[in-house]
């Protein structure tokens, strides 16, 4: 299958290749029939999206809101390629880019797929579910980064530019309203403060929503309740210095998504009463005990939710120099996190939990650039980072296990890296890419300690780990034709090792799992065979070493996961076009496929532990194939035409996601679905201000997000449904 995915990519490469010099641009061809050209800082520079030899997708802040989506989770059904499994409804990223991820509902360990906000890092997965607003543009990176970037990832980069202060006074408000009470409002004002200073400060909130239904008491959950600000001062004293000071924060007190029964809940280890299945994905439950409410600082009738906050700062100053560029990223960020939630999907208390984190990440960055027009450019770079994690993860089991879990500790982690990368241009066709990364990073896990029903069951324990990783790229590209881009390439990535900080009384729980290294190869193409027209693709191939796959443990009441290392390969393929072919009418596609295998693997037999009597029993996996979707596909298209005075947008997008195979078992495979959104926006041609009526999950498609099970709970976290609603945007 690599092969034809190879050959398919070679065809339409030579294919646009032959006729980008018949299809010539003529010089009086419609504007609107142009595809746009895109800027991009994915290799901390300007360039056009076309010019930058790695596969990478771009989405404008406008797309974001027409899709609806507000956080990092939701650009899985507007990118090639990439996944977001939320954690137990809590939402807790667990990313998955080209098939490699890494899936961990735990706050300590560090994600396969790095996210950024104005080029500052947020290494905890957790950090990332603050709310999306007042962005002027996201770039989803695809492959291992960490030749120009702070962080090293193997799965790739997803980085989100916020708008930026202007020269000129300008305001908005944006207020959208949707089914189950949904409410969203987003204001900005911007402008000059000085003569070289200017300010841009936006507001965000999100209200209501809940959809799901206690099955027992009629009781709504999901109802959103989080805000966030941002204030940008952009001070410009000379034509060589800039200096922008970011300033955020965000408060999430919103309810959890609820979990829904796929098989019947046999509670009490079968001594209580059976809750059937839920037919219907808008069921849900949960209950408290008065002994775990008090721990965690609840009333015993809450409801499953969060009390988060977060606030950070950053300065990033840049100097002009004679040839180079000095850059400086200093950053300080934070989160507060006390979330609650309900495992079990019930009024038993068979699996509730509580995650109150502390975190505090300092980071610095320098970074000095070429900035001349020599055929040699080049960007090299420092980067500090210091992590600090006080975690409390307890657990009640009270009604199954007739106990209740407590886990506490604190991980620090420090890291340093250089990190280079040159480009030289043999030629107008032909450039060269070589990049390296040194890294020193530290992880301790310092008292991690267990109790069981109020006895200790691991003393405060502290373990550590280390990486020296060298890492880089080596690439090529070549420009048969002005408009053609055929690049490859070979690169080497790194991800930290860590900790299983789960439920265990056994200090060989929390020994550290090892790093793990992926080379990747890739072999791709951007053409832009006409005005109208631009497609790009790529095939890859990933040797994954040490890859790191959740496992479990056989414990005395079930299975508790660990993390351990296998090794494996993916490959795959992606293409994605953007169509002009009449004056306001634009279409996008995109689809990609991938392939993974187990080449070393040892699991445990999750099924012969949940047994009775429990047994160890371990599966070579290897030749396996690795769990995850092969297929996805998405587009959007969009018209805009003129009637009366008035301007009007008419949009659909859509998105398909594959069989999602499970590795605990069929039960908990996650089904194939479809998902298709729409709107229609109008306003006068003349006036700052339109009216927009969407829906959105158009066809009211039944889909989950994920499957799992905890404790003698089958679950799934559903989709939402079909929302139908209204956005009003005034600008001035």
């Not at 996201?138 to 291992?144: D, K, S, Y």
């Not at 299945?277 to 849900?284: G, I, L, N």
């Amino acid at each position: 299958m690599n092969r034809l995915m190879v050959s398919v990519s070679a065809g339409a490469l030579f294919a646009l290749s032959a006729t980008s010099v018949a299809a010539q641009r003529a010089p009086d061809e419609p504007a609107a029939t142009t595809v746009d050209e895109v800027i991009v800082t994915a290799q901390r520079r300007e360039q056009a999206a076309q010019d930058v030899g790695i596969a990478l997708s771009v989405l404008s802040g406008e797309s974001l809101t027409q899709q609806g989506v507000t956080n990092v989770n939701q650009l899985q059904n507007a990118t090639p390629n990439l996944e977001v499994e939320p954690a137990f409804g809590g939402g807790a990223a667990q990313f998955r880019m080209r098939g490699v991820g890494f899936q961990d509902y735990a706050s300590n360990n560090s994600p396969t797929v790095g996210v950024y906000v104005n080029e500052v890092a947020y290494p905890v997965p957790v950090m990332t579910q603050g709310l999306i607003f007042d962005i002027d543009r996201v770039e989803v990176l695809r492959g291992p980064q960490g030749t120009l970037y702070g962080r090293n990832t193997t799965g790739g980069a997803i980085s989100f530019v916020t708008k930026r202060p202007t020269e000129e006074l300008t305001a908005g408000l944006m207020t959208e309203w949707g089914s189950h009470n949904l409410f969203r409002g987003e204001g900005y004002v911007s402008g000059p403060l000085t003569d070289t200073l200017r300010g841009r400060l936006a507001v965000s909130t999100e209200q209501g929503g809940a959809w799901q239904r206690n099955r027992d008491t009629g009781e709504s959950l999901g109802d959103a309740d989080r805000s966030g600000a941002r204030a940008l001062l952009e001070w410009t004293p000379n034509e060589t210095f800039t200096a922008l000071l970011d300033v955020h924060g965000g408060v999430d007190k919103s309810e959890n998504q609820g979990l829904y029964l796929i098989s019947d809940l046999h509670t009490r280890l079968g001594t209580g009463p059976v809750i059937p299945v839920d037919k219907d994905r808008s069921k849900t439950g949960w209950g408290l005990s008065q002994r775990f409410a008090d721990a965690i600082g609840r009333d015993v009738n809450a409801k499953p939710g969060r009390d988060n906050s977060s606030w950070g700062a950053s300065l990033n100053a840049n100097l002009a120099l004679k040839g180079m560029n000095l850059s400086s990223i200093t950053s300080y960020e934070t989160l507060d996190r006390s979330e609650y939630g309900d495992w079990d999907s019930s009024a038993s208390v068979e699996a509730d939990t509580f995650f109150g984190s502390d975190v505090k990440v300092l980071s610095q960055e320098l970074r000095l650039a070429s900035d001349n027009d020599s055929p040699l450019t080049w960007v090299a770079g420092f980067y500090y980072s210091k992590q600090d994690l006080n975690e409390r993860y307890f657990s009640d089991f009270i009604d199954i296990y007739n106990t209740y879990a407590q886990v506490t500790y604190d991980q620090k982690v420090e890291s340093w890296s250089l990190f280079g990368q040159a480009e030289y241009a043999f030629s107008e066709r032909w450039k060269a890419i070589l990049g390296l990364r040194y890294e020193e990073e530290t992880r301790e896990l310092e008292g991690f300690g267990s109790a069981f029903g109020g006895a200790t069951a691991l003393p405060p324990t502290s373990v550590d780990t280390k990486m020296t990783p060298l890492t880089g790229k080596a690439a090529l590209e070549f420009k048969p034709a002005d408009n053609v881009l055929i690049y490859g390439s070979a690169s080497r990535g790194a991800k930290s090792g860590g900790f299983t900080t789960y439920n265990t009384g056994d200090s060989s729980g929390i020994e550290p799992f090892d790093p793990e290294i992926l080379w990747a190869y890739e072999l791709g193409f951007k053409a832009d065979p006409s005005r109208a027209v631009q497609i790009n693709g790529a095939a890859y191939y990933y040797d994954y070493n040490g890859q790191q796959v959740l496992s479990a443990v056989c414990g005395a009441n079930g299975p508790v996961g660990r993390f351990t290392n296998a090794d494996s390969k993916i490959y795959g393929a992606e293409l994605e076009g953007v169509f002009r072919p009449a004056a306001g009418l634009r279409i996008s596609q995109n689809l990609s496929y991938k392939k993974g295998e187990y080449t070393d693997f040892i699991d445990l037999d999750i099924g012969a532990c949940q047994q009775i009597p429990r047994a160890t029993v371990y599966i070579d996996k290897s030749g396996q194939k690795i769990p995850f979707p092969a297929w996805s596909y998405g587009g959007s298209v969009s018209y805009d035409w003129t009637i009366g005075g008035f301007a009007v947008t008419a949009e659909a997008n859509y998105s398909y996601r594959d069989e999602y195979p499970s590795w605990l078992g069929a039960k908990y495979d996650v089904e194939a679905y479809w998902l298709a959104n729409a709107s229609v926006t109008i306003g006068p041609e003349d006036a700052a201000w339109s009216v927009a009526f969407w829906a959105r999950n158009l066809f009211d498609q039944d889909y989950d997000l994920t499957r799992n099970f905890f404790t003698s709970a089958d679950i799934a976290q559903p989709g939402t449904p079909r929302t139908i609603g209204a956005r009003l945007t005034l600008r001035y």
